[in-house]
């Protein structure tokens, strides 16, 4: 079945420091990928999104790539800030699967002023 | 527009007892997920309904069943509690007007239940 593998944190860092949190997956078919952000205490929010290869989703000073050949979908920030920190989960949905989204196991990120 | 609204926001149950969640979308979106979030096993797929429709489940034992009504709110309830049942529970809406893969979800706020 689809899985998603992500680095497991708590990931902490300083502010303005630059920020990458690995991504790989499996799918039966040709999956979208997303990344979605949960802050304390409140439910997931969608960070950004690619539906196909070679494919950058970015927002908040936030991007990922879309790699086929790698089967990843790596998040870099170039300069983390305090409010950054929140857990980050990566994801897929494939339509061969049901079309449900999938997700990894969730990345803590702390940024220390 | 509001957001996903999903009450309670806390809900404490004894095992053995049964619990009922309710979930409103977004004006106009048609699907609701529910997804379940623990600390061991992260987020995991509950179940998808789509116009009073299950159009999808994932791998949880029958304990858990969900529906959805004409105006697109949805409940799940979940039969005799066990202690591992605790956890957030997660809603989502989308418009779902095609059923795309590259759909955005919306989440709510979820609903903290603790099974004592």
């Known amino acids: 079945g689809d899985s998603v593998t992500q680095m497991e944190g708590p990931v902490t860092l300083s502010e303005e420091a630059f920020l990458t949190i690995n991504c790989t997956y499996t799918?039966?078919?040709?999956?979208?990928l997303f990344w979605y952000v949960q802050y304390p205490g409140e439910g997931l929010q969608l960070l950004l999104k690619a539906t196909k290869a070679d494919d950058k989703g970015s927002n908040k000073g936030f991007e990922a790539t879309y790699r086929k050949e790698t089967t990843s979908f790596h998040l870099e920030k170039g300069s983390v800030q305090v409010s950054d920190s929140a857990v980050y989960f990566c994801a897929l949905r494939d339509w061969a699967a049901g079309n449900k989204l999938t997700f990894g196991g969730g990345t803590r990120v702390l940024v220390k002023p | 527009k509001a957001g996903v609204t999903q009450t309670p926001r806390y809900l404490i149950k004894t095992r053995g007892q049964q619990v009922t969640l309710s979930c409103s979308p977004i004006s106009g979106h048609r699907s609701v997920s529910w997804y379940q979030q623990t600390p061991g096993q992260g987020l995991q797929f509950l179940f998808e309904y789509f116009s009073e429709t299950q159009r999808n489940k994932g791998n949880f034992p029958g304990r858990f069943s969900g529906r959805q009504f004409s105006n697109s709110r949805s409940e799940m309830n979940v039969s005799t509690l066990e202690l591992g049942d605790s956890a957030l529970y997660l809603c989502?809406?989308?418009?779902?007007?095609?059923?795309?893969?590259?759909?955005?979800?919306?989440f709510g706020s979820g609903t903290q239940l603790s099974v004592l």
């Open positions: 799918a039966t078919g040709y999956p979208s």
């Open positions: 989502a809406s989308s418009p779902s007007t095609g059923g795309l893969t590259n759909e955005k979800l919306f």
